[in-house]
């Protein structure tokens, strides 16, 4: 591998700046899904074999689902500020899986000012203020799908561990390779992933047959609060803090059922408003055909893609039900 800059390739701007920081901290959005863990756990493995010295920190904890990918428990949880880096601004900061510097939590307030650089590797469509740091590919079906080629470019051998978390993230983001956004370059690569030794079966059971009894409650509750409207085109589910509180589970173990209204033929948007522990409100929404929510999020400081997007709110539920009901109007 040349440590010469290549200024032509797709990658060289997070490769000339991976080059250039021996210490690196990878961080993800909050709340961080298998894609988000997926890409940190891949690139911290690749680091670490290129003699960087690397550390993992998220506002937010991974959920078990996903402690398979870290064994070794190389993330870190922001909660405390004294077990960061000593001088910050010797660090670089990768920020992955997500292209808003606000959407990392705490980690922008405690880590993203004081670093020496950063950078932002990720695959959503834009939201508002998108630093020029980045490499942004909105087709691409996951981060870990761009990461999987940034490593090829590179010519860095891929671990099994790395492997297992690049499939995982692949496996996550695609809906198990059924969303929009798989393409057949997206099964070339989960094909070298499972070569590598990554066992499809098991990468499923652990993401998808992990779910505790507390959760299974937390569902049927969430369940029972559908409702539709436009004719039974969108369906609109909720989540309060009570619910969580109730069933003694964790504030994403309902996630999955945003896609339940979808399986209906006639139900085009899915729309799940989702209290955190906090009291919080996180609108998540689904389309199918030609609806793009990525717009209605973005309208509210959000953002995603046209068939999956999001955003986060301080209004109260009933409030951003109306809202985002109302800007759905026009479609129907
Ligand atoms: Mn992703």
């Known amino acids: 591998m040349s440590k010469t800059e290549n200024k032509n390739s797709r990658f060289s701007l997070i490769t000339n700046f991976i080059y250039r920081n021996d210490k690196i901290i990878l961080t993800a959005h909050e709340t961080p899904d298998g894609d988000a863990i997926g890409s940190e756990i891949a690139l ?26 870290d064994t070794d428990g190389n993330i870190e949880l922001l909660d405390d500020i004294n077990t960061l880096p000593e001088h910050l601004s010797n660090w670089g900061l990768v920020i992955l899986d997500t292209n808003d510097t606000e959407n990392i939590g705490l980690v922008s307030k405690e880590i993203l000012p004081f670093v020496r650089d950063f950078f932002i590797l990720d695959h959503h469509e834009g939201g508002g203020n998108i630093v020029t740091a980045n490499h942004i590919e909105s087709e691409a079906s996951s981060t870990c799908e761009l990461l999987y080629e940034l490593f090829t470019e590179m010519k860095v051998d891929i671990c099994f561990d790395s492997a297992q978390a690049l499939f995982t993230g692949i496996v996550y983001d695609t809906g198990s390779f059924i ?51 436009f004719n039974q085109h969108v369906a609109v589910q909720q989540m ?40 919080i409100l996180r609108c998540s929404l689904r389309s199918k055909g030609n609806i793009d929510v990525a717009v209605i999020a973005q309208e509210y400081g959000g953002g995603g893609h046209k068939t999956a997007a999001g955003f986060k709110s301080k209004l109260p539920l009933e409030e951003i039900k109306e809202k985002v009901l109302k800007k759905l109007e026009v479609y129907f």
């Open 44 to 69: 911290f493995h690749v680091l670490v074999k290129l003699g960087k010295e690397v550390r993992i920190i998220n506002a937010d904890p991974s959920g078990l689902r996903y402690k398979f990918l």
């Open 179 to 229: 969303y929009p956004k798989t393409t057949a370059k997206t099964f070339k690569i989960a094909e070298k992933l499972v070569q590598l030794g990554v066992q499809p079966n098991k990468v499923y059971s652990h993401v998808y047959e992990s779910n505790s009894i507390s959760s299974l409650m937390l569902q049927s509750k969430v369940l029972a609060t559908l409702e539709f409207h």
């Open 240 to 279: 309060t803090k009570s619910m969580i509180i109730a069933c003694d589970a964790n504030y994403d173990e309902a996630d999955t059922l945003i896609n339940t209204p979808l399986k209906s033929h006639d139900i085009l948007v899915s729309i799940f408003l989702k209290e955190n522990l906090e009291g």
